[in-house]
């Protein structure tokens, strides 16, 4: 059934800035010890937010981290533009590659990425962040690389693949294209490879700066996405639910805070955050 605006966002609720002065900020996620990491690309940093606190150097340099998330033992996986691999960072604080290559071919510029339960990492791979002449493969691409470190080409046909995200019960794999300005959704099978790709929605507004990127769902199946204007709230079944207007153009988003119900948004030079009702999908069960 699908979620009304009033079951999504209380009318007290209100998107508030909390850190600003950056020059390009993505990959938010939040850590259960209570702060918010997030990298500033071109800045080649990851920073740390904590609630009342200013916004610290978390790593410098990043490899000029994109998207970031947790595996199933809570170490850091980094998609890294500069480096262009999937990184690790051991418990240790060491950083190790888990993959840079695609059958001997250097991967374009990994961007976003998600883990499922399995432990498998599913990540995409524009070619954001370097010259044409640096590419390699001839395609941009979402992969999916597997616990024992086999990497496998899921789709090759996307212009821009960017945000990426798993539905609740992880039937449904989201993958939203940049330039075309839609989401697609695949059927994900139990041996992790996709079937049945189709669009899910489009984002599209002559009026409103901003582009498909991050993307996120909540525990009832609703996909946020990073979008012209703001963030663009759709139902599972693809209807837009509504759009969060936010004061600079968006760039990714992540779950936190109490109860995973607040909604954490970079976005140019700023990260934002807002209260909503519904909490959001921060592991894969």
Same mark, same amino acid.
């Given at each position: 059934?699908?979620?009304?605006?009033?079951?999504?966002?209380?009318?007290?609720?209100?998107?508030?800035?909390?850190?600003t002065g950056f020059q390009f900020t993505e990959g938010p996620l939040w850590h259960p010890e209570?702060?918010?990491?997030?990298?500033?690309?071109?800045?080649?940093?990851?920073?740390?937010? /904590?609630?009342?606190?200013?916004?610290?150097? @978390?790593? +410098? $340099?990043? &490899?000029? #981290?994109?998207?970031?998330?947790?595996?199933?033992?809570?170490?850091?996986?980094?998609?890294?533009?500069?480096?262009?691999?999937?990184?690790?960072?051991?418990?240790?604080?060491?950083?190790?590659?888990?993959?840079?290559?695609?059958?001997?071919?250097?991967?374009?510029?990994?961007?976003?990425?998600?883990?499922?339960?399995?432990?498998?990492?599913?990540?995409?791979?524009?070619?954001?962040?370097?010259?044409?002449?640096?590419?390699?493969?001839?395609?941009?691409?979402?992969?999916?690389?597997?616990?024992?470190? /086999?990497?496998?080409?899921?789709?090759?046909? @996307?212009? +821009? $693949?960017? &945000?990426? #995200?798993?539905?609740?019960?992880?039937?449904?794999?989201?993958?939203?294209?940049?330039?075309?300005?839609?989401?697609?959704?695949?059927?994900?099978?139990?041996?992790?490879?996709?079937?049945?790709?189709?669009?899910?929605?489009?984002?599209?507004?002559?009026?409103?700066?901003?582009?498909?990127?991050?993307?996120?769902?909540?525990?009832?199946?609703?996909?946020?996405?990073?979008?012209?204007?703001?963030?663009?709230?759709?139902?599972?079944?693809?209807?837009?639910?509504?759009?969060?207007?936010?004061?600079?153009?968006?760039?990714?988003?992540?779950?936190?805070g109490q109860n995973n119900q607040t909604l954490y948004i970079t976005a140019n030079t700023s990260?934002?955050?807002?209260?909503?009702?519904?909490?959001?999908?921060?592991?894969?069960?």
């Amino acid at each position: 059934m699908n979620q009304s605006l009033v079951q999504i966002i209380p009318n007290h609720s209100q998107v508030e800035q909390i850190a600003t002065g950056f020059q390009f900020t993505e990959g938010p996620l939040w850590h259960p010890e209570g702060y918010l990491l997030f990298s500033d690309i071109p800045a080649n940093t990851i920073y740390q937010w /904590q609630p009342n606190s200013k916004a610290k150097i @978390f790593r +410098r $340099p990043s &490899g000029k #981290a994109n998207g970031n998330t947790f595996d199933l033992k809570g170490r850091l996986i980094s998609a890294e533009h500069e480096n262009r691999r999937v990184s690790r960072t051991e418990t240790d604080g060491k950083i190790v590659t888990l993959v840079d290559n695609y059958q001997g071919k250097k991967l374009n510029s990994p961007n976003d990425l998600i883990v499922k339960s399995d432990g498998s990492i599913y990540f995409t791979d524009p070619p954001y962040g370097i010259q044409p002449i640096q590419e390699e493969l001839g395609f941009y691409g979402v992969y999916r690389l597997s616990p024992e470190g /086999q990497l496998t080409l899921l789709v090759d046909d @996307f212009t +821009r $693949p960017n &945000g990426i #995200a798993l539905s609740p019960d992880q039937t449904k794999l989201y993958v939203n294209d940049s330039e075309v300005g839609h989401i697609r959704v695949f059927d994900l099978q139990s041996d992790g490879s996709l079937t049945n790709g189709r669009v899910f929605a489009q984002l599209k507004d002559p009026n409103q700066e901003g582009v498909p990127d991050g993307m996120k769902v909540d525990t009832q199946g609703n996909v946020y996405s990073t979008g012209p204007g703001g963030v663009w709230i759709f139902s599972s079944e693809g209807e837009l639910l509504e759009v969060i207007s936010v004061p600079e153009v968006t760039t990714n988003l992540a779950w936190g805070g109490q109860n995973n119900q607040t909604l954490y948004i970079t976005a140019n030079t700023s990260v934002y955050r807002i209260r909503l009702q519904i909490p959001g999908l921060l592991k894969t069960k």
